[in-house]
């Protein structure tokens, strides 16, 4: 089982939509993040948090918010999905040294927003 | 311009190929560096750190050059394996505490047999 876990895999969905992507993880890693990746830009920070009561918002959080319900649990929501939302999105942990360290990455969840 | 740039490509190298990737960064106070390899559709995953003084991996080289501000990723003898898209990752220093971590876009590699 992989050790960083996102529900669903793939969505298909309209605009206007509410959509929760979920990530759970069994590293025990206090830090976790959540990206999207769009063609030719890379990955891009929407949201993270590095314990269960802080909450930072990244380089593209408008649109998205995000809840941490517990040290194994990030959960990504999109309240009003809009077409430009339409990416590949990936949950990340790491540990406390996370800012010198290795990232830990989901499988990733293909969201499209017709 | 980027924070973290790099040659989208792609690569088409054939076996046994060496093949060389740059990737620039704009911050000067970067303190971290990293290269991370994604396969088709897949996350991305940690192919090795980059230190100061160079550092090498079996068939993988990776240098920095502060100066310059670039890093750099070496693969010798290149296997079909290696296909994949390899992406730059580069840590700014934050005096606030926060997260700056920045991925290049990727560089693609294609070999072919």
């Known amino acids: 089982d992989a050790d960083v876990t996102q529900t669903p895999r793939n969505r298909i969905t309209k605009t206007g939509k509410r959509i929760m992507l979920e990530c759970s993880q069994t590293k025990g890693h206090d830090r976790m993040y959540w990206y999207r990746q769009d063609p030719g830009l890379g990955l891009r920070l929407i949201y993270y948090s590095f314990d269960v009561k802080d909450i930072n918002k990244g380089e593209i959080s408008d649109g998205y918010s995000v809840s941490r319900q517990a040290q194994a649990k990030f959960s990504l929501s999109l309240e009003s999905a809009i077409p430009n939302q339409t990416a590949l999105y990936f949950c990340?942990?790491?540990?406390?040294?996370?800012?010198?360290?290795?990232?830990?990455f989901g499988e990733g969840s293909r969201l499209t927003v017709l | 311009r980027k924070e973290v740039e790099q040659d989208p490509g792609p690569f088409n190298v054939p076996e046994g190929a060496t093949v060389a990737f740059n990737c620039t960064y704009s911050n000067s106070a970067s303190q971290s560096f990293f290269w991370y390899r994604q396969d088709c559709r897949k996350e991305p995953k940690l192919l090795m750190s980059?230190?100061?003084s160079g550092n090498e991996d079996g068939r993988f080289t990776a240098q920095l050059n502060r100066a310059s501000q670039y890093i750099s990723l070496l693969i010798r003898d290149s296997k079909l394996s290696d296909s994949a898209t390899y992406l730059c990752?580069?840590?700014?220093?934050?005096?606030?505490?926060?997260?700056?971590?920045?991925f290049g876009a990727g560089t693609r590699l294609f070999v072919k047999a």
């Open positions: 990752v580069v840590n700014p220093l934050d005096y606030t505490g926060g997260f700056k971590t920045i």
């Open positions: 990340a942990t790491s540990d406390l040294a996370g800012d010198t360290g290795e990232l830990f």
């Open positions: 980059v230190y100061s």
